[in-house]
Each structure stands twice: as C-alpha cells, then as structure tokens.
C-alpha cells in the first residue's frame, strides 16, 4: 500500500528567504510523485510532477522537487519566496498509469510568508 | 479553456437532512473524480468515473452518499441523510484520461452539517 507523509503541518519563514517543505512516501512498486497547491478557497492545482529520468524536477512558480529514492523523499524548494506563495501544499502519490491506479495524498503543510 | 465547474460553492444543512452537489468537467476529459476534504487533512478519493462507468467506489460510504455520472459529462454527489462528520470540502477534479494524468479540480463545496 502507498501512503505520503507530510512531515511539517506549517511552515513560517520570511519573505524573499528560501523555503522547503518536506515529504516523505512508501510503496512497494514504481512511484509517480506531484505537489499540488491550493490556494485559499480553491481548488488543488499542479505544482508539478515526476514520473521518470531526471530526478531533478521544475514546476510553476519556481518551485522544484528532488526525487531521492533511496531517502524515499520528494522534498519541495523555492530559493526565495513571495508573499503570493501563501497556500496549502500536499505532496501526493501514485503507482501507476492505469485506470486502477489513484493518487493518495499526503496531509498538507500550510505555508505562511511573513513580511 | 473553462475549468471544472462546481455548484454550489457553499452549503449548510442540518444533520438527517439531504444534500447534492454538482460538477460538470472539463470538455473532452472522460475521467471524473469525487474527493472528500476534511479540515487539516488531504483530500480523499470518494469515487471515479471512466466516462460514466464507476472505475472506483471503495472508500464511498454507500449507506449514505451515492454519485452518479449519467451521459458521461457532468456528475452529482448526493449524501442522505448528512451526518455531522460529513462537514467538509467536496472537490470535484477531471482528467483526459485516468490513471496518473494530470487532474484538474473545481473550487469546491464547503459543507457544513449543523
């Protein structure tokens, strides 16, 4: 069975000061890994995603993820935040491409920027 | 392009009383999700549809919610009767195909069960 774990339910920091949110999953089988954020009173929308090749990945809004399997982490950073990146963040999971497959997501770290 | 659409945005009802929310996807995706969000938590597949072919319901408490996809476009979730722990975000989400394609999702209904 996949699960996700979202090590920190919120993050502070600093405007403009660098940031990462931290996840962690299992699975027994080849891992799809995505970060969603979700604005308040929005819906999820696709920060980005890994499926193969380089485990260095590049999404919207600069933000990017490493996929480390031997750690089983696929952390999120952005080197400079703004106070637009305020959301809920939820690292999420999949086994596959098929039409059994679904996405379970991890429990969120809420994202909070300080002027 | 239009998103997903969802009505309404917000609901408050009593428990025991019925409640049906609606989606309607993006043009031309033929999978359709409903998710459960629980305050602090994330959210929780409820159901998918593959056209209007129930693909996975495992997590759906049937005594209770029911969902249905008729002509392979727009869905409706029904919860009968609501109960209070049934407070929560009911986010309606689309994809071209299934599988790890990339979803879509709607604003969301904010249910609040009094």
């Known amino acids: 069975a996949q699960s996700v774990t979202q090590l920190d339910s919120q993050v502070p920091v600093f405007e403009e000061a660098p940031v990462e949110l931290r996840c962690n999953y299992s699975?027994?089988?080849?891992?799809?890994l995505f970060w969603y954020v979700q604005y308040p009173n929005q819906g999820l929308q696709l920060l980005l995603k890994y499926l193969s090749g380089s485990t260095l990945v590049k999404g919207i809004n600069g933000f990017e993820a490493e996929f480390n399997k031997s750690q089983t982490s696929f952390h999120l950073r952005k080197p400079s935040v703004h106070i637009s990146d305020t959301a809920e963040y939820f690292c999420?999971?999949?086994?596959?491409?098929?039409?059994?497959?679904?996405?379970?997501f991890g429990s969120g770290t809420r994202l909070s920027i300080r002027p | 392009e239009a998103g997903v659409a969802q009505s309404p945005r917000y609901k408050i009802i009593e428990k025991r009383q019925s409640v049906a929310f609606w989606c309607n996807p993006i043009?031309?995706?033929?999978?359709l999700y409903w998710y459960q969000q629980i305050l602090g938590q994330g959210p929780k597949l409820l159901i998918q549809f593959q056209n209007n072919g129930v693909v996975d319901d495992s997590q759906l408490p049937k005594d209770r919610f029911s969902a249905e996809r008729l002509k392979g476009v727009d869905s409706t979730l029904k919860i009968q009767p609501a109960k209070l722990e049934d407070s929560a975000v009911y986010l309606c989400?689309?994809?071209?195909?299934?599988?790890?394609?990339?979803?879509?999702f709607g604003p969301g209904t904010r249910l609040t069960v009094l």
């Open positions: 699975s027994s089988v080849s891992v799809y």
């Open positions: 999420a999971v999949s086994d596959g491409y098929s039409s059994a497959s679904k996405i379970i």
């Open positions: 989400a689309s994809s071209f195909t299934s599988g790890t394609h990339e979803q879509f």
């Open positions: 043009s031309g995706h033929a999978t």
